[in-house]
């Protein structure tokens, strides 16, 4: 998915995976700007990274 995206308009996107909602947070508060564009995480934890 990401692969077709960037072809298709000529831009590099800074993907991180990650494994379990701890890590995905543990990722946003070890971040800087820059360091990655876009973080997936369950419905479920989206009010929660919103207080972040």
Request: proline share 6%.
């Amino acid at each position: 998915m990401i692969e077709p995206f960037e072809e298709a308009h000529g831009v590099t996107v800074n993907l991180r995976e990650y494994e379990g909602t701890g890590a995905a947070f543990a990722m946003l508060e070890q971040s800087r700007p820059g360091d990655w564009d876009v973080l997936v995480i369950d419905t479920i934890d989206v009010p929660r990274a919103g207080r972040r």
